[in-house]
């Protein structure tokens, strides 16, 4: 069975202080994994992904994420938080087969 | 090249009319899926479709709801006899065979009266 917990609803940072969004997952297989960020009223948008390569992935805008096996985890997180991070954040879970599996959701906020 | 597009942007429906909604992928994608978000909510999965394969169904809430697929092109999702909770935001995603990334369309809001 899979599941993706993320294990904060709603996260809050001053500007230029460092994200962390976590998320641990439970999979029978090795998974690929994906974060996703949906700002309001726009579409959802690939941030980055995880697919067995470099444990540490770059993604866009400053993000990073890194899949800990041992510790079924895959951490969102950036130095320093803009004001145009505030978004909502979904960590996405895929192992075999094509469905795709979302958390409920990180709501960032960035305070000035 | 174009991404995926659903339409209409904005449906308010009242209680008990039938509703279509339409997504459109990128064209070469075999693989198409549909969610509900209810507000403040993630992403709840409704059905996947890839290539001429039966869809998986798995996801649909009740039998008010269908979908359908043209070969790998359009779909539209039909829901019957609204009700108030029916009310979120229809996204549509497609991806490639290998299915490594989803590319979400804007969604389609969905209001019940």
């Known amino acids: 069975a899979q599941s993706v917990t993320q294990l904060d609803s709603h996260v809050s940072v001053s500007e230029g202080t460092p994200v962390l969004l976590r998320c641990n997952y439970s999979s029978s297989y090795s998974p690929s994994l994906f974060w996703y960020v949906q700002h309001p009223n726009k579409g959802l948008q690939l941030l980055l992904k995880y697919t067995s390569a470099a444990t540490l992935v770059k993604g866009i805008n400053g993000f990073e994420a890194e899949f800990k096996k041992s510790e079924t985890s895959f951490h969102l997180t950036k130095p320093s938080a803009h004001m145009s991070d505030a978004a909502e954040y979904f960590c996405v879970v895929k192992e075999y087969g094509n469905q795709f599996y979302f958390g409920t959701g990180t709501s960032l906020t960035v305070i000035p | 090249g174009a991404g995926v597009s659903q339409s209409p942007s904005n449906k308010v429906t009242e209680k008990g009319k039938d509703v279509e909604l339409r997504c459109d992928p990128i064209?070469?994608?075999?693989?198409l899926y549909w969610y509900r978000q209810r507000l403040g909510q993630g992403l709840e999965f409704l059905i996947y479709f890839q290539g001429n394969s039966a869809p998986d169904k798995s996801g649909l809430p009740s039998d008010r709801f269908s979908a359908e697929r043209t070969g790998e092109s359009v779909s539209t999702l039909t829901i019957q006899r609204t009700q108030q909770e029916d009310s979120a935001v229809y996204l549509c995603a497609s991806s490639t065979q290998t299915g490594n990334e989803q590319f979400f369309g804007p969604g389609t809001r969905l209001t019940v009266l």
């Open positions: 064209s070469g994608h075999t693989a």
